[in-house]
């Protein structure tokens, strides 16, 4: 099953302490023939993450290269028309939702390509839900 992957959940791929089996499965349907879309802001959001973790020592440097590494090596598309979408339906949902615009792009996706998003953000769940956008994974621990 292709679907949208927002930064958290990719993040939690590669970072131990915030795996889940639950995060685990997606992971391996990315292994088994899925495939995941971005929009282009994905690769900085993950990037900058990974640089705060180095500089809060929560992991070194050569293991946000192995994550990087990693996460490149996924199929992984980065999907280019979201940029046209900027300006219109990905700022409507924004403003309807009370989100990013980075949060929103990942929304719009989802919809515009009729694709479940993986996102373990609560507030942009909470938005998918309203808009009726499968999620992944269905149930977040914490909730």
């Known amino acids: 099953m292709n679907f949208v992957l927002d930064s958290s959940l990719a993040l939690a791929f590669v970072l131990e302490d915030e795996a889940a089996p639950a995060t685990d499965q997606i992971l391996d349907t990315l292994g088994q023939g899925a495939r995941a879309l971005v929009p282009a802001l994905w690769r900085w959001e993950v990037a900058n993450v ?58 719009e996706m989802a919809i515009r390509h009729g694709l479940a998003l993986g996102s373990l953000d609560v507030e942009l769940r909470s938005a998918a839900k309203v808009e009726q956008v499968p999620l992944l994974p269905a149930k977040l621990a914490r909730q």
């Open 50 to 107: 990974l640089v705060l973790a180095e500089r809060r020592k929560r992991i070194s440097s050569a293991a946000a290269h192995r994550h990087l590494a990693h996460l490149k090596s996924l199929p992984i598309e980065v999907d280019e028309t979201a940029l046209e979408e900027a300006w219109s339906a990905t700022h409507l949902l924004a403003h309807k939702h009370k989100l990013t615009s980075y949060d929103a792009a990942y929304l």
